[in-house]
């Protein structure tokens, strides 16, 4: 099993910028990918970026150029560096990893973007 927490969210004005980071623990080592997803007030828990071991890291197109996923090389933290932020970004974010099929979720981090 892996246990997953974030930590870094918090209040920011337009245009600002968070680093959200996770933190890993138990069987890290099969950790075969890591994501951010978001949901927003009254919305569906959408994917913000993700990366699997080894691979190159995607992103959904509303945070291109704004946003960067990176890990410690999948040993036990990944981070979310956000810039630029807008309203639109509002929502609390989860932290995910796939482990043999299974996906395990932390239990998320509040960030609040004021216009």
């Known amino acids: 099993q892996v246990r997953l927490v974030e930590s870094g969210g918090g209040l920011v004005q337009a245009g600002g910028s968070l680093r959200l980071s996770c933190a890993a623990s138990?069987?890290?080592?099969?950790?075969?990918?890591m994501a951010w997803y978001r949901q927003a007030p009254g919305k569906q828990r959408t994917l913000v970026a993700a990366?699997?071991?080894?691979?190159?890291?995607n992103y959904a197109d509303s945070v291109k150029g704004r946003f960067t996923m990176s890990t410690d090389n999948f040993k036990s933290t990944a981070y979310l560096q956000m810039n630029g932020l807008k309203p639109e970004d509002t929502g609390i974010y989860y932290c995910?990893?796939?482990?043999?099929?299974?996906?395990?979720w932390g239990p998320g981090t509040q960030v609040t973007v004021s216009s």
């Open positions: 990366v699997r071991r080894g691979g190159s890291t």
């Open positions: 138990g069987s890290v080592n099969s950790i075969s990918a």
């Open positions: 995910g990893a796939g482990v043999f099929g299974n996906n395990y």
